[in-house]
T-cell receptor, first 116, second 113 residues
Framework: GAVVSQHPSWVICKSGTSVKIECRSLDFQATTMFWYRQFPKQSLMLMATSNEGSKATYEQGVEKDKFLINHASLTLSTLTVTSAHPEDSSFYIC????????????FGSGTRLTVV | SQELEQSPQSLIVQEGKNLTINCTSSKTLYGLYWYKQKYGEGLIFLMMLQKGGEEKSHEKITAKLDEKKQQSSLHITASQPSHAGIYLCGADDGSFGNEKLTFGTGTRLTIIP
């Protein structure tokens, strides 16, 4: 089945620095990938839709300049958290869909970001 | 935007018992997805429902979509410790080529011996 690889699985960074998270579709091409954020004991919140070769579409309330998304190829999307602050600490997870809707969306294993 | 409400928010069930989780949408559902998540990990796809009245089963898990396509239920029969986790329902907004998947509030399932 479809596999989405996400790296790193966890990262600790200092306030003010930037962190890049990678999301790769390993055995399929994904023109669209999705980035979610999850707070402890809460559901997933869609942050943005990453489109290959074009600008990402951000959900309302998500800062574009804070969360930079780049989808440079059909198998790779990156999320960069710029000038990170402790409130950006969260679990970030990406997903992509290989086939039809009935096949579901495949999710990466997530990245736990801790900003100190 | 489409809102999904899940109930209950948390559930503690004795091993071997049956349970049901509900997902209600504020709008008609185009596609309804059920996922399971171990906290802090990725999501495991369970099944997707699209047609009114549709029902699907996988092992001991059965999901149904009502005729009006605004409510879905997930039923687990003879629960096991391996069923513990967070269950999430997700809705596809129905657009073609520009779709996105949003999630409900989640249900945390605990199985006790």
């Amino acid at each position: 089945g479809a596999v989405v690889s996400q790296h790193p699985s966890w990262v600790i960074c200092k306030s003010g620095t930037s962190v890049k998270i990678e999301c790769r579709s390993l055995d399929f091409q994904a023109t669209t990938m999705f980035w979610y954020r999850q707070f402890p004991k809460q559901s997933l919140m869609l942050m943005a839709t990453s489109n290959e070769g074009s600008k990402a579409t951000y959900e309302q309330g998500v800062e574009k300049d804070k969360f930079l998304i780049n989808h440079a190829s059909l198998t790779l999307s990156t999320l960069t958290v710029t000038s990170a602050h402790p409130e950006d600490s969260s679990f970030y997870i990406c997903s992509a869909r290989e086939g039809s809707r009935q096949d579901g969306y495949t999710f990466g294993s997530g990245t736990r970001l801790t900003v100190v | 935007s489409q809102e999904l409400e899940q109930s209950p928010q948390s559930l503690i069930v004795q091993e071997g018992k049956n349970l049901t989780i509900n997902c209600t949408s504020s709008k008609t559902l185009y596609g309804l997805y059920w996922y399971k998540q171990k906290y802090g990990e990725g999501l495991i796809f369970l099944m997707m429902l699209q047609k009114g009245g549709e029902e699907k089963s996988h092992e001991k898990i059965t999901a149904k979509l009502d005729e009006k396509k605004q409510q879905s239920s997930l039923h687990i029969t003879a629960s096991q410790p391996s069923h513990a986790g967070i269950y999430l329902c997700g809705a596809d907004d129905g657009s073609f080529g520009n779709e996105k998947l949003t999630f409900g509030t989640g249900t945390r399932l605990t199985i006790i011996p």
